[in-house]
Each structure stands twice: as C-alpha cells, then as structure tokens.
C-alpha cells in the first residue's frame, strides 16, 4: 500500500487585480520576475516548459485550464523516470471585492514513487517562489 503524502497546499493573498495575478502566473515576463523562465501557457494537453538554468527543467503537459481563473500541470524534472510525475495546480481565487488569493496546490509525491522528503523540499521551494510573487506584486500595485 501507498503510504499517502500531502499535497502542497500554499495560498497568498496579492493587492492587485484577479486579472493582474493571474497574468503574474501566465505570462512568460511575469514568470521570469519571480520564479523563472516558461513558456506560455497553452491549450489543454499542450506542453508546457520551466527554466531554472544550470539543465534543471521541468517538462510537463496542461492538465487543467480555466482561463483567468485556474492552470494545471504535469510536473516532471528533466530526466527522471517518466513515472516520477507530480501535478502543480494554479488559482487565483475571490478579487471581486478585494484582494484576490493565490493558490498553489502540488500533489501526487506517492504515486510517483516519491518520499515525503522530496515533497518537503519542495515545499520549501515553493514558500520562497510564493513570496517573491508576493513582492512582485506589491511593488508593481
């Protein structure tokens, strides 16, 4: 039996438009601010591609797409076992009446023969990403 992992769950609330995160998320430019460089966000099943320089890739395919609201993708660094596939989920959530929240979700650390310390790990990552985000947007609000 699998034993089960927690997903990623982070959520930070940004002082910009709905509009605004969600082209803070998309856009290539914007991505580069605070994370690194991407490709544009395609169609569903299209490929999408992370950066980080130095040969470290991610290599993954849409999963999800609400536009303007919601993306999902297969996460995968670049030559792992093609099973070793986590799935990263992006929202921007409320910013009718105020400040919008932005959720990361990362998930599926057990089914991909993970442990719970590479799931740490990224987590870590990702609390230092969601901050920079943060700042991004404060400073260009």
């Known amino acids: ?10 959520r930070v609330v940004v002082p910009v438009s709905a509009a ?4 803070a998320l998309t856009d290539p430019e914007r991505v580069a601010e ?21 040969g470290s890739v991610i ?7 609400d536009p303007g609201r919601s993306f999902g993708y297969s996460w ?3 030559g792992a076992p093609p099973t070793e596939v986590t799935h ?6 409320g910013g009718d009446s105020g400040d919008p929240t932005i ?5 599926g650390w057990a089914e991909a023969g993970l442990d719970r310390s590479a799931r740490d790990d990224h987590d870590g990552y990702w609390a230092g990403y ?12």
């Open 1 to 10: 039996m699998i034993e089960p992992i927690p997903a990623i769950d982070r």
């Open 20 to 23: 605004a995160a969600w082209t």
């Open 34 to 54: 605070w994370f690194t460089d991407a490709i544009p966000v395609g169609a569903l099943g299209s490929g999408y591609r992370l950066d980080f320089g130095d």
């Open 59 to 65: 290599e993954g395919t849409i999963e999800s797409l």
């Open 76 to 78: 995968r660094w670049g």
């Open 88 to 93: 990263v989920t992006w929202t921007v959530e």
């Open 103 to 107: 959720r990361l979700t990362h998930d």
């Open 130 to 141: 969601l901050e920079d985000l943060a700042a991004v947007l404060r400073d260009s609000a």
